[in-house]
């Protein structure tokens, strides 16, 4: 079973910013967070990791509290092309046990930007 | 520098078939996951392989096996093809020294008939 929980569709419009929200209650200590994203017929493609606070890159913000409890990935300023399957898992790293190509996949949320 | 290769886009197979698809990995990956698609769900993990040898093993029957050769590629074979095995077959690479980030395929879509 999936560690995270994520809600199974969103909708948005062209150039606003989507917040994704993910729900991981019992994170393992040592996991981390990471983001995928699967467009259609494509195989999913890694958009963004982080442990804890906030970690940001050329495509998202990931947004970690204290808790851990759950995430935010955020995505500014949506086009068309950012429409998609985005996936939240939760990654146990290879030095505490986990298995660096066993992902476990939830159903994701499926984003739809509408112009 | 090419990407993660699969072979065939697609397939239509019949029942009991037996079915073999193929995988090279990123340049400089060592490590081969396979994974399974179905429609509207997310990937399911198969196996994975390294220096030649099934390392994990996710909850699929013996009718799938796997095999990597010395140059990394690695193939996916499927025997006694089921209705339910109609899926999109996925392969991902990875380096072990790496930071655990996978690379994913475009998948090899498999219709049993």
């Known amino acids: 079973l999936a560690k995270t929980t994520q809600p199974i569709s969103m909708d948005s419009y062209e150039g606003q910013e989507v917040n994704i929200t993910c729900s991981h209650n019992n994170i393992a200590t040592n996991d981390y967070i990471t983001w995928y994203q699967q467009f259609p017929s494509q195989g999913p493609r890694f958009i963004i990791q982080?442990?804890?606070t906030k970690v940001t890159n050329e495509v998202a913000s990931l947004f970690i509290p204290a808790d851990r409890k759950s995430s935010t990935l955020s995505l500014p300023r949506v086009s068309l092309s950012d429409t998609a399957v985005y996936y939240c898992?939760?990654?146990?790293?290879?030095?505490?046990?986990?298995?660096?190509?066993?992902?476990?996949f939830g159903k994701g949320t499926k984003l739809s930007v509408k112009p | 520098d090419a990407g993660v290769t699969q072979s065939p886009t697609h397939l239509i197979k019949t029942r009991g078939q037996q079915v073999t698809l193929r995988c090279s990995p990123k340049s400089g990956h060592d490590t081969v996951s396979w994974y399974q698609q179905a429609l509207g769900q997310g990937p399911q993990f198969i196996f994975q392989y390294y220096e030649e040898e099934e390392r994990q093993r996710g909850n699929f029957p013996d009718r799938f096996s796997g095999h990597q050769f010395p140059n990394y590629s690695s193939e996916l074979n499927v025997n006694a093809l089921l209705l339910g095995d109609s899926a999109l077959y996925l392969c991902?690479?990875?380096?072990?020294?790496?930071?655990?980030?996978?690379?994913f395929g475009s998948g090899t879509q498999l219709s049993v008939l």
């Open positions: 982080g442990y804890k």
């Open positions: 991902a690479s990875s380096s072990v020294w790496g930071n655990e980030k996978l690379f």
């Open positions: 898992l939760a990654l146990t790293p290879m030095n505490y046990g986990g298995s660096q190509g066993n992902l476990i």
